[in-house]
């Protein structure tokens, strides 16, 4: 669903009887919100809200890329904001789940070290490693839920040597540049991630939420 002033979208659960967890996706370079929602609607089997920004200057059908960590932060919030004006009832009072692919990954680790989002978790694939190896590091290794994943050849390879030994990360390559290539993978990472939040207790199992065969 488009929120107003188009400034993202949030994908909603259908047959919710309870309010359900929220996830904040940033998308990657070039992209579209449309494709930032669909990256993680699929690991959590549509059951949570899925809050996905736009750039300042993406329009729909026109895709763009993120110009600072400032600007994904303030449309993050812009976007979670005009979401729960239209569907606060049902959605979860708990800071959302912060996930990022590619370029996103990288404005997703700036925003979460900066603490600019209020957030219960961080979940980045295939992105911002090299550049972002610091912050990311104390994410991985410090209190918070923090998980980095790959799935292009070398990078979980290097991950632990640039994020140090204790960052928790995972390597799903050489299988491609996206979030679906690893989907089954992500969506268990994403039920341990989240496991033992209160408002993700109902999460369908990994199993229930893939698609039958």
């Not at 609607?41 to 026109?62: H, L, S």
């Not at 979670?80 to 800071?95: I, Q, T």
């Not at 140090?164 to 990360?169: D, S």
Request: hydrophobic content about 40%; aromatic content about 6%; glycine content about 14%.
């Amino acid at each position: 669903m488009r929120l107003e002033g188009d400034v993202g979208l949030v994908t909603v659960p259908i047959g919710a009887r309870e309010k359900r967890p929220v996830i904040v996706s940033l998308h990657g370079a070039g992209s579209l919100a449309e494709w930032g929602c669909g990256d993680w609607m699929g690991p959590t089997g549509g059951y949570a809200f899925v809050v996905c920004p736009r750039t300042t200057t993406e329009r729909p059908g026109r895709p763009s890329s993120w110009g600072s960590a400032e600007e994904a932060a303030k449309r993050a919030e812009t976007t979670l904001a005009r979401a729960r004006e239209r569907y606060g009832a049902w959605m979860s009072d708990a800071p959302p789940l912060l996930v990022g692919f590619s370029q996103g990954a990288e404005m997703a680790v700036a925003v979460a070290n900066a603490a600019r989002l209020p957030f219960a978790a961080l979940f980045v694939h295939e992105g911002g490693y090299r550049q972002q190896s610091d912050a990311l590091g104390r994410l991985l290794a410090g209190p918070i839920r923090a998980r980095a994943t790959c799935s292009t050849w070398g990078c979980g390879a290097s991950l632990p040597r640039r994020l140090g030994p204790h960052a928790r990360t995972a390597d799903y390559g050489p299988r491609g540049h996206s979030v679906g290539v690893a989907g089954p993978e992500i969506t268990a990472e994403l039920t341990t991630l989240v496991e033992g939040l209160p408002e993700w207790s109902g999460l369908p199992t990994a199993r229930e939420r893939s698609p039958s065969e």
